[in-house]
């Protein structure tokens, strides 16, 4: 069967995130004052060949672990749905 997983990787939002803020004083310089706390983080599309949901979800899992993210900065999420 295949999948596609929807991943977004994002900073903890116990830490700085200076992109983030970049972009939130470039918006109220612009005029957008309303806007505040922009988060930047990174959205990964996959396409996996897997013989289930549950395998799936274990092999996005495990990439996420080894490859993607950064435990010590970042936490992500993920979705995973039939294609």
């Known amino acids: 069967m295949k999948f596609i997983s929807e991943i977004n990787v994002m ?3 116990a830490l700085l ?3 983030g803020k970049a972009v939130t004083m470039t918006l109220h310089n612009n ?9 930047i983080g ?3 599309t996959l396409e996996i060949d897997a013989e289930s949901k549950e395998a799936a979800e274990k092999k996005v899992k495990e990439i996420c672990a080894k ?3 950064n435990p010590i900065m970042e936490g992500y999420q993920f979705t995973i749905n039939e294609l």
């Open 17 to 19: 995130d200076p992109q």
């Open 67 to 69: 490859l993607l993210h």
């Open 42 to 44: 990174k959205h990964i």
């Open 31 to 39: 005029g957008y004052a309303e806007i505040d706390n922009v988060r």
């Open 11 to 13: 900073p903890l939002k």
